[in-house]
């Protein structure tokens, strides 16, 4: 089955020779073709060029004109297998409370834990499946999702075995963190220790046995997990083959950073709180820091120093941070709109940290992420748009039209 796309009004993320990621002055580089076609065979990006050398080919003929095409947004951080919702402790929130007076009266992520254990794991998929195809709807075309809303050994294997479901039931690529140390349970208050002891000795071999996850995750911040804590953790998932991918200096700057790091994390997400030496330790590293705006702008928390941190040579992904508490919202779009206007960073800086860059911190730059021979054709057809810079700036409207996953339009 092939398809040609014709007249695309720009053709956006075009990267001819593969790349990883980018970094500093490279993330403000956004290469686009316009005026340009593409073909799709087989769900693969076969070919693409100027409308000028477009080939004479049998197959269907799509005229996308005064329409750009986009690689589909690469969401590398969510929580999106929840139960059910914490609206109320929104509602606290605007009357006064802080997120951690929330955490510390039983609310929180131990709510959703509460929430969580009593699902069964059918319900569980049902309330999730309709999460995932809102965010694809909305142009996301690969995501990573996280455990640590079980927080017991079955609750956490359940939310693993849901990941495992979507993954087998959806066609976009799915990736699955292990988070069992995201809070610590009420029963093990004044033991986190012994906590610490069932993950690693209990619920990890399981987790590896049924290959229910690619990544380790760990809350490193005061009052959930410290930095020896995550070490001990990411030790722990390094004998099965877990690789890092760890929630950091959201609140305070614990050294999580430098843990990571230390564990060639894939990625250290939130960084909303970063000291001079935590952009130090990042640079000339595989580390992709994480920047998850919809936090930020949720939680009325600072955001993370984007143009410090770019202006330092390093590289940026951006992601949701889907969630019940901090971030009840997975529409990368916005996540684009907000990075631009309250972090200061380009359309092009934010459009390469939304698809190449939040593939890399994934592990599937090879796959997705740029328009490239070869990769998914999973793509974003925009509205007819006169700029790519519209796409930020018409903040809270979605620019698109549909939203392809390898090569079909998904309804
Ligand atoms: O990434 N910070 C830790 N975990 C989630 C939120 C947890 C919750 O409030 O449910 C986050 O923001
Ligand atoms: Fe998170």
């Not at 014709?6 to 990267?15: H, Y």
């Not at 969510?78 to 059910?84: E, K, S």
């Not at 009266?105 to 309709?130: C, F, P, R």
């Not at 529409?331 to 939040?358: D, L, Q, R, Y």
């Amino acid at each position: 089955m092939t398809t040609i796309f014709k007249n695309i009004k720009e053709l956006i993320q075009i990267r001819t020779e593969p790349v990883s990621f980018v970094s500093g002055k490279e993330m403000n580089k956004l290469p686009t073709i316009k005026n340009a076609f593409l073909v799709v065979e087989n769900g693969l990006i076969s070919d693409f060029g100027s409308m000028d050398d477009c080939p004479e080919i049998e197959g269907e003929i799509v005229d996308v004109t005064g329409k750009m095409i986009l690689p589909s947004w690469c969401d590398s951080h969510t929580h999106i297998v929840y139960a059910g919702h914490r609206e109320d402790e929104f509602v606290d929130r605007i009357k006064g409370l802080s997120y951690k007076d929330i955490a510390n009266n039983g609310g929180g992520i131990l709510n959703s834990a509460k929430k969580l254990q009593q699902t069964s794991e059918e319900d569980l998929y049902e309330q999730s499946k309709v999460r995932l195809e809102e965010v694809m709807q909305l142009g996301t075309g690969a995501i990573e999702i996280k455990s640590g809303y079980g927080l017991t050994k079955d609750a956490e294997l359940k939310m693993l075995r849901v990941i495992k479901k979507l993954k087998a039931n959806y066609p976009i690529e799915i990736k699955a963190t292990f988070l069992g140390a995201h809070a610590v349970p009420t029963e093990y208050k004044s033991n986190k220790d012994a906590y610490l002891k069932i993950l690693i000795d209990d619920v990890l071999p399981k987790v590896a046995e049924e290959k229910l996850a690619e990544y380790i995750d760990i809350f490193c911040e005061t009052g959930y997990f410290s930095a020896a804590d995550t070490e001990l953790i990411l030790e722990a998932g390094k004998a099965y083959g877990l690789i890092p991918k760890i929630h950091v200096n959201q609140f305070t700057a614990i050294g999580g950073v430098q843990a990571g790091v230390k564990y060639n994390a894939l990625s250290v997400d939130h960084l909303e709180e970063m000291r001079d030496d935590d952009i130090a330790a990042l640079q000339n590293t595989t580390t992709m820091p994480v920047a998850l705006p919809g936090c930020s702008y949720f939680l009325n928390i600072p955001y993370t120093p984007a143009r410090k941190m770019i202006d330092a040579g390093l590289p940026l992904a951006l992601a949701t941070d889907y969630n019940p508490g901090s971030t009840p919202s997975g529409n990368m779009n916005f996540v684009v709109s907000t990075a631009c206007i309250k972090m200061k960073m380009t359309p092009e800086e934010a459009i390469n940290a939304s698809t190449i860059n939040g593939a890399y911190a994934m592990g599937l730059e090879h796959k997705v992420g740029s328009i490239t021979k070869g990769k998914d054709a999973n793509l974003i057809l925009t509205k007819p748009i006169n700029s790519y810079g519209f796409i930020p700036y018409a903040f809270g409207v979605n620019q698109i039209e549909k939203v392809y996953i390898r090569g079909e339009v998904f309804k």
